[in-house]
């Protein structure tokens, strides 16, 4: 088992940052896959950035040049720096941590909520 805790939300104005954290604990060995999604209100849950073991990160258009994610693998931590935030991102944030390899080893947290004011 994998547990996954997000922490970081909160409200900011139009312009400002904001930097998200995942703290990941438990059987990690088997994890190769991590990345952040999030859930605006009234729609579904959508792909942010992520980075597999050894690949790229890859980022969502929307927020390409603006979101950055990072990884201290001594701390189990993975991050997401927001910069010039807009109220489009306003959503809840999800971390997600998977095997690319296994279906059933496939982790998420509990969300940090995001909220960009205009």
């Known amino acids: 088992q994998v547990q996954l805790v997000e922490s970081g939300g909160g409200l900011v104005q139009a312009g400002g940052s904001l930097t998200l954290s995942c703290v990941v604990s438990?059987?990690?060995?088997?994890?190769?896959?991590m990345g952040w999604y999030r859930r605006a209100p009234g729609t579904s849950r959508e792909w942010v950035a992520s980075?597999?073991?050894?690949?790229?990160?890859n980022y969502a258009d929307s927020v390409k040049g603006r979101f950055t994610l990072s990884r201290d693998n001594a701390k189990n931590t993975m991050y997401l720096q927001m910069n010039s935030l807009k109220p489009d991102d306003t959503a809840v944030y999800y971390c997600?941590?998977?095997?690319?390899?296994?279906?059933?080893?496939?982790?998420w947290g509990q969300g940090t909520r995001v909220t960009v004011s205009s």
């Open positions: 980075s597999a073991n050894g690949a790229q990160t």
């Open positions: 997600r941590a998977r095997n690319l390899l296994s279906s059933s080893d496939d982790y």
């Open positions: 438990g059987s990690i060995n088997s994890i190769n896959f």
